[in-house]
């Protein structure tokens, strides 16, 4: 059994440089204005936009700030740190869920290119697995040669089967392969990767519908998961990337990855407070043991501790 505080210490490195790039402005302007005013303020909001959270949620958590120090009559800039850290808290934690599938299930995993769905992948095999789950993989990106061989890797360092076909075949028959496999097999999850490049913007949506309305023909009995991957260090685009994605597959929950390479980790609560979706995993590093379930709690503690 891992332990929680491994899990917590892994969270906390991943988040450092996110961390020191907001703690140490939140205690220079503590230090610099002592008591609140409307500079005090403007200067905080800044410091928020500056990690990514957006200008509207930045925003939000400002104006509720003020309101809570006015009723409260807080004048230490002190006692800002707390306030903060429990609004941030409490916009991660409104309508998140632990991810959890019934068997069988099916999840897609789309993103643009380069976001890491494939190692994204491989990483959520080994801990479905690790879950006594049997897990099957398809290489539903069929556009290069390189992105099969890739998954390969990672579906053989986690010790579960893949289905995949020659490079350029059609996505949409690696899927339907996957899914007689998986039920042949006896699977409890099928776990599809996609392509997230293609000619263009219209092709790739197109396969993705497709591949979507076969997994809903062949295994209408399947829980169906859509995860949207998202790079951390896109920034305020990765919005935008939800937005078109949702209008095609139907989103049905965030795995954020790069966190260890950002200091830019706000975009976390700019996700959850702009869109109306759970995020179920969180991505810290290259490694098979690098991606995390989302657990908002220690999210916030691991951003401003
Ligand atoms: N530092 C870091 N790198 C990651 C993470 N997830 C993926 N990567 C890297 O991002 C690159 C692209 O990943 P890949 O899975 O191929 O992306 P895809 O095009 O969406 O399938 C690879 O070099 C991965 O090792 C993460 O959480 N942290
Ligand atoms: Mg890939």
Same mark, same amino acid.
């Given at each position: 059994? !891992?332990? @929680?505080?491994?899990?917590? /210490?892994?969270? =906390?490195?991943? &988040? ?5 790039? #907001?703690? $140490? ?45 006015? !009723?409260? @009559?807080?004048?230490?800039? /002190?006692?800002? =740190?707390?306030? &903060? ?5 409490? #916009?991660? $934690? ?52 390189? /992105? ?158």
């Amino acid at each position: 059994m !891992e332990n @929680k505080k491994s899990i917590f /210490a892994k969270m =906390k490195e991943g &988040l450092a440089k996110t961390r020191s790039n #907001i703690m $140490s402005r939140v205690d220079e302007l503590i230090n610099y204005y002592k008591e609140i005013d409307d500079e005090f303020f403007d200067d905080l909001e800044e410091t928020l936009i500056i990690s990514d959270m957006g200008v509207r949620t930045a925003n939000d958590i400002i104006e509720s700030l003020k309101k809570q120090v006015r !009723e409260d @009559k807080i004048g230490d800039a /002190a006692r800002i =740190k707390n306030m &903060l850290k429990e609004k941030i808290a409490h #916009i991660l $934690s409104e309508g998140s869920k632990g991810f959890e599938l019934n068997s069988p299930a099916v999840i897609l995993v789309v993103g643009v290119n380069g976001v890491g769905k494939t190692t994204t992948i491989g990483k959520l095999a080994s801990l479905l697995k690790a879950e006594e789950k049997r897990v099957i993989v398809a290489a539903a990106d069929t556009f290069r040669a390189a /992105a099969a061989e890739q998954l390969e890797i990672w579906c053989n360092r986690a010790g579960v089967p893949l289905i995949r076909h020659m490079e350029g075949a059609d996505p949409g028959a690696v899927v339907f392969d996957a899914i007689q496999a998986a039920k042949s097999r006896k699977m409890d999850v099928l776990i599809c990767d996609t392509a997230g490049r293609l000619h263009n913007k219209k092709n790739l949506m197109n396969e993705l519908d497709k591949i979507n309305r076969i997994i809903d023909r062949e295994m209408p009995e399947a829980s169906k998961e859509v995860l949207l991957v998202i790079d951390a260090t896109t920034g305020q685009n990765a919005i935008s990337q939800a937005t078109e994605f949702n209008e095609v597959v139907g989103i049905t929950g965030i795995v954020l990855t790069k966190l260890d390479g950002t200091a830019k980790g706000g975009i976390a609560v700019a996700i959850k407070a702009q869109l109306d979706l759970p995020i179920y995993f969180v991505g810290v590093g290259e490694q098979m043991d690098d991606l995390q379930p989302f657990d908002p709690k220690s999210f916030s503690d691991a951003l401003l501790e």
